[in-house]
Nanobody, 117 residues
Framework: QVQLVESGGGLVQPGGSLRLSCEAS????????MGWYRQAPGKQRELVAT???????NYADSVKERFTISRDNAKKTVHLEMNNLKYEDTADYYC???????????WGQGTQVTVSS
């Protein structure tokens, strides 16, 4: 059974930084595409960043140059380093694990990020 547990969310001021982590279990982590998605109040869930088993990354335009996704296969963990946070980054952030890009995959329970002064 796949389990994804996110951590690292919280309240941060605009311009600040946070690091999200997602620890996976129940999967052969190294072969999975790992991703971060977010859902703001009243909006649909959207892609933030993904990283393939080979380390290829993909980012939403809104977070490029500010966010960095990385993975540690030995620890079965994926991270999202978020810098220069903006009000519009406020959302629940979800970790996703999928074998193939066209599949839905599995989701974590989410971690809340609030950017506020």
């Amino acid at each position: 059974q796949v389990q994804l547990v996110e951590s690292g969310g919280g309240l941060v001021q605009p311009g600040g930084s946070l690091r999200l982590s997602c620890e996976a279990s129940g999967i052969i982590f190294s072969i999975y595409i790992m991703g971060w998605y977010r859902q703001a109040p009243g909006k649909q869930r959207e892609l933030v960043a993904t990283i393939t088993s080979g380390g290829t990354t993909n980012y939403a335009d809104s977070v490029k140059e500010r966010f960095t996704i990385s993975r540690d296969n030995a620890k079965k963990t994926v991270h999202l380093e978020m810098n220069n946070l903006k009000y519009e980054d406020t959302a629940d952030y979800y970790c996703n694990a999928r074998l193939y890009s066209h599949t839905t995959g599995s989701w974590g329970q989410g971690t809340q990020v609030t950017v506020s002064s």
